[in-house]
């Protein structure tokens, strides 16, 4: 990836000032909250002067029910893979433990990731936590006054920026992390980046809290696994 700005300090990112960041996406077996549920999973932690795609998390996830023709041919995810899979309740803790003290960054989390979130975060505050996340909407009204929410997929920003997206595949967490992450990267080069930035807004919104550190000597139950990624300009 090209470089930051040297003046920048190592792990820090000049949007909006935050020091961590992680670029997350979910996938699910339908679009409605209420009634639908999440069966995937994926997150990279961004770092670094050179804004490298760090440590990365990803996991099936048991949605409770059957997963509908369309979306298994969509998102390539079939029941056989969550058969095994955490719980929505467990794979959001998994996905808290991972951010940690980050910033999270994704397309219409908003509007859409959280709402699906927010279901398996308890209401007691002593088992929440809070946590700040970007997202590309707000991002993009600042960035282009032409930006309009009628053609706002991933797929119409990441064309519209050059993000590399005829070689990743898309509807899948994984994939789509990987662009979001391409995304970020590219919008550095916006000419006007830290004024326009100071008018986007970092939203807040509750995780579960982190999960105990282990008992000495007793090993965590493995769940989840890691994605490589590699990214070249």
């Known amino acids: 990836m090209k470089p930051l700005n040297q003046a920048h300090s190592s792990h820090y990112h000049p949007l909006l000032g935050v020091k961590e960041l992680v670029v997350f996406d979910l996938e699910t077996t339908g679009l409605r909250p209420k009634e639908e549920e999440i069966t995937q999973i994926a997150a990279i932690r961004l770092g670094g002067m050179r804004m490298e795609m760090g440590r990365s998390f990803c996991t099936y996830v048991n949605p409770g029910k059957p997963i509908p023709k369309q979306i298994q041919k969509l998102t390539r995810v079939r029941d056989s893979n969550v058969k095994n899979a955490p719980s929505p309740k467990e794979g959001i803790q998994m996905l808290s433990d991972f951010v940690g003290s980050a910033a999270l960054f994704g397309h219409d989390i908003y509007r859409f990731d959280f709402r699906f979130i927010s279901k398996h975060v308890s209401d007691d505050p002593a088992l929440t936590r809070k946590i700040q996340f970007i997202d590309t909407m707000d991002i993009f009204e600042v960035l282009w006054p032409d930006f309009s929410r009628l053609r706002n997929s991933l797929d119409d920003i990441a064309e519209r920026l050059s993000a590399g997206l005829s070689s990743i595949r898309r509807h899948d967490a ?58 070249s300009y």
């Open 174 to 231: 994984k994939g789509d992390a990987i662009l979001l992450a391409h995304v970020f990267q590219r919008i550095q080069d916006h000419p006007n980046l830290e004024q326009l930035c100071s008018r986007v807004p970092v939203h807040e919104a509750q995780l579960p809290a982190l999960s105990p550190a282990p008992v000495s000597g007793m090993k965590n139950r493995k769940i989840g696994h890691s994605f490589k990624t590699s990214v």
